[in-house]
């Protein structure tokens, strides 16, 4: 998994603006290339992420190294202010592997941002950019999404998957929990609203 991760994680410039080619010409060999790679990284991310539900002891200690790489790789243009070359399937990937990862293991968080040797003022920047993208990420919803009952259920779905890992994960750790704790209550409150209301029915994502 790290191996078809590694175009995510490793082929990032020093100044972390784009992430490099893989060969010289620039041409497109190359490109096809990035695109054949690039999906390489969100099958392995989307399978680690299905082995972490199926077997949650077994898919976290295989799965983790590769997604904290690319987490770390995510956030690590936050500090300069720079935009990194992510794709969107990509982010929400990652964020979907991620949280499994975190449920299963709450401390996942401050593993993953320990081990980058930032100071402690930039690992928190780090750490509060990862959760609003993160927030951002699962409240998009896509005109696709909206004309569809059954795509706001599996969309509400993804966002209380969200929520839970998040709210683990704040019980765990207190530089999440001063950062982004009140962002994430605020979520969780919201979706706690919406299903209250009865807008949601799981129902609806079952085949008749």
């Known amino acids: 998994l790290v191996t078809l991760t590694s175009r995510v994680h490793i082929k990032a410039k020093g100044n972390g603006d784009e992430m490099e080619d893989d060969g010289g010409n620039g041409g497109v060999g190359s490109k096809e290339k990035d695109v054949g790679t690039m999906r390489d990284a969100i099958a392995a991310l989307s399978f680690a992420d299905i082995l972490m539900q199926l077997f949650p002891d077994l898919g976290y200690n295989i799965s983790s190294p590769a997604i904290g790489k690319v987490i770390s790789y995510i956030c690590s243009g936050s500090e300069n202010g720079q935009r990194l070359s992510v794709t969107m399937p990509l982010l929400e990937v990652s964020l979907s592997a991620f949280g499994r990862m975190v449920w299963i293991n709450p401390n996942s968080f401050d593993e993953v941002f320990t081990q980058q040797n930032a100071d402690p003022s930039q690992r928190e920047m780090k750490i509060a950019a990862l959760v609003k993208t993160w927030l951002g990420v ?50 969780t409150r919201q979706l706690l609203e919406v299903e209250a209301r009865g807008n949601i029915s799981t129902e609806s994502v079952v085949e008749v």
């Open 138 to 187: 699962v409240t998009s919803v896509s005109l696709a999404t909206m004309i569809s009952k059954k795509a706001q259920t599996i969309r509400f779905i993804d966002q209380k998957g969200a929520a839970l890992s998040l709210c683990s994960a704040i019980c765990r750790s207190p530089t999440l929990s001063r950062v982004a704790g009140a962002d994430i209550v605020e979520f």
